[in-house]
């Protein structure tokens, strides 16, 4: 996967931490250190691909998905696809709710998530995001404390092992952790 990010300007493309390649190579890394399944890894190595909410400078060239497709696999490409159309701000208060929706950040609709569908893309967006504002002291100090707080309201969704990454990131870099902190306690 990384060879596809090289060859199509990930690796010229700044970011936190260096560049889109590398933090795309992290974030998967971080994801397979959790246990997620090969297509939730190979989701997070390409999470980019045509663009999100928070970095809209696509990774994939070509017309349609089926390049993508081609290199993760249907499953993965359906999470990059649905992780790059999602209008953030209107999505992630659902996901923490009985009937989670994502909600498209070009179109405003908004689609039901299934539970396994909401799991993958909540431990994508923790990666993403701890590895963001792991490299990246501004934005930590700007947004750690509130994505602690969506992260904990999330926490009932993700893995063991993705809850100890998340504490081990709040215990770092989450100065003043939301009331009643991120444990499980």
């Given at each position: 996967i990384g060879w596809f990010t090289h060859r199509n300007g990930g690796v010229g493309l700044q970011h936190p931490g260096g560049t889109l390649a590398a933090h795309l190579d992290r974030?998967?890394?971080?994801?397979?250190?959790?246990?997620?399944?090969?297509?939730?890894v190979d989701a997070g190595r390409l999470h980019a691909a045509y663009g999100t909410d928070g970095f809209a400078t696509p990774v994939a060239v070509g017309s349609g998905r089926e390049p993508v497709v081609s290199i993760v696999g249907q499953e993965a490409e359906r999470l990059i696809h649905l992780y790059c159309l999602c209008d953030r701000r209107a999505s992630y208060p659902s996901w923490s709710a009985p009937h989670p929706q994502l909600v498209d950040r070009h179109?405003?609709?908004?689609?039901?998530?299934?539970?396994a569908t909401r799991r993958a893309l909540?431990?994508?967006t923790i990666a993403n995001e701890i590895d963001v504002l792991s490299h990246d002291a501004a934005l930590a100090k700007t947004h750690g404390?509130?994505?602690?707080?969506l992260f904990a309201s999330w926490r009932?969704?993700?893995?063991e092992s993705a809850s100890v990454g998340l504490d081990?990131?709040?215990?770092?870099?989450?100065?003043?952790?939301?009331l009643g902190g991120v444990s499980k306690d």
């Open positions: 974030v998967g890394d971080m994801l397979r250190g959790w246990g997620e399944t090969p297509a939730v179109t405003g609709e908004a689609t039901a998530l299934d539970d909540v431990v994508m404390n509130s994505l602690a707080a009932p969704h993700i893995s081990r990131w709040c215990g770092e870099f989450v100065k003043e952790p939301p």
